[in-house]
């Protein structure tokens, strides 16, 4: 499931404890909820994901798409 690669990327890669690993993605899996097209954390989490997906499909191509949008967007 991806919510465990992710976790596990907290924790092994960023050095996140356990706890702090929790709170990320309980923060990441309430702001997907919201569906917000103006919540900056939503589209840089949706872009994020769907990245991540076109990477494991071997599309990078759409990554790098994905990244340009997600710049953007921090842009404003």
């Known amino acids: 499931e991806i919510i ?3 976790q596990k990327n907290l924790i092994d890669i960023f050095c996140y404890s356990n ?3 929790k709170d990320f ?3 990441m899996v309430e702001n997907l909820q919201s569906k917000n097209p103006k919540n900056t954390q939503y589209v ?3 872009r994020g994901l769907e990245g991540y997906f076109f990477w494991e499909k071997g599309q990078k191509e759409d990554v790098m798409k994905d990244v340009c949008q997600i710049i953007n967007v921090l842009k404003g």
């Open 19 to 21: 706890e702090q690993a």
């Open 25 to 27: 993605l309980d923060n």
């Open 4 to 6: 465990e690669v992710i």
């Open 44 to 46: 840089i989490i949706h």
